[in-house]
């Protein structure tokens, strides 16, 4: 192998390393952005992660602010009480 083919293959093969890391640091971002836990110890995905908790909103005191899901009621559909079950295909 030449020395000018090897430094290509070098180049190719540091675009692909960078290129995985960057999808690594983008999870990472995403799931602390929807205040999921860390999964990974990768250092990209954590790099990520880290950068995603900074970008969180926060209060006067630093606290971050979650957003908290309203709490619902199960959903549920009224069932007439004149329903004969016995005659309900199922």
Not at 18 to 45: H, M, Q, S
Request: net charge negative; glycine share 6%.
């Amino acid at each position: 192998m030449t020395p000018e083919i090897a430094c290509h293959v070098d180049q190719e093969h540091k675009e692909q390393q960078d290129a995985i890391a960057e999808e690594w640091r983008l999870e990472g971002k995403t799931d602390a952005a929807f205040g999921y836990l860390p999964k990974l110890k990768n250092e990209a995905y954590l790099a990520g992660y880290l950068e995603g908790v900074r970008s969180l909103p926060c209060d006067s005191s630093g606290e971050i602010l979650y957003a908290v899901e309203p709490e619902r009621e199960e959903f549920s559909v009224p069932v007439p009480c004149d329903v004969d079950y016995d005659c309900i295909p199922f």
